[in-house]
């Protein structure tokens, strides 16, 4: 692994581990299932598809 891949992944590891200590699993988990709802990502791509309009997903870097 690249020395910027393994920073990455040593930095992702520490933020979920702060997180971990501001906040549980189950009081997260029972929030996100109370939400109003989901909003349908897939039917939001597909129906714009379906129209004829662009759908596109992307994500840009700089580098990686």
Known sequence: MSDILRRIVEVK??????????RDLVS????????ERARDFAGAICGRAERGHVAVIAEIKKAS
């Open 13 to 22: 590891r520490e933020e979920v581990a702060a997180g971990r200590t501001r």
């Open 28 to 35: 997260l988990r029972r929030e996100a299932e109370d939400a």
